[in-house]
């Protein structure tokens, strides 16, 4: 079980800057609940998908290529089924990302678009 942990841990490694940065949003959204809840609900979920994302793909992906012998895939096969974990982590990604583009603009009051280039 070591042996399948290592190269995740060491892939985790690489990856702190970003996840760090969504546990920051994360931390960020909880700050401005009472504020703005709705941009902050809009921002943990997103947060909180982009990091499950990051988290559960790396993992599938260094767990089924150390278990790919054990299941008897060929190389095409798990071609094939990493194709399809990184789709759909994917778009996991654009639905968190456009969470995140709401929270942004969600409620906002000002000036109309028209007149944000004059």
């Known amino acids: 079980m070591a042996r399948a942990f290592d190269p995740f841990l060491w892939q985790l490694l690489s990856q702190t800057p970003v996840l760090l940065a969504y546990v920051a949003g994360m931390l960020a959204a909880l ?5 703005c809840p709705g941009s902050a609900r809009l921002t943990f ?10 988290l559960v793909g790396s993992f599938l ?18 071609g094939a089924i990493m194709a ?3 789709i759909i982590a994917n778009i996991i990604r654009a639905v968190a990302y456009g969470l995140v583009l709401a929270a942004v ?6 000036n109309s678009p028209s007149s944000v280039f004059e």
């Open 45 to 54: 979920i997103g947060m909180a998908l982009l990091l499950a994302a990051t």
């Open 105 to 110: 603009f969600i409620n906002r009051k000002g």
């Open 61 to 78: 992906s260094m767990y089924l290529l150390q278990a790919r012998d054990e299941f008897g895939w060929s190389i095409q096969e798990l």
């Open 84 to 86: 399809v974990i990184t």
């Open 31 to 35: 700050m401005f609940w009472q504020r």
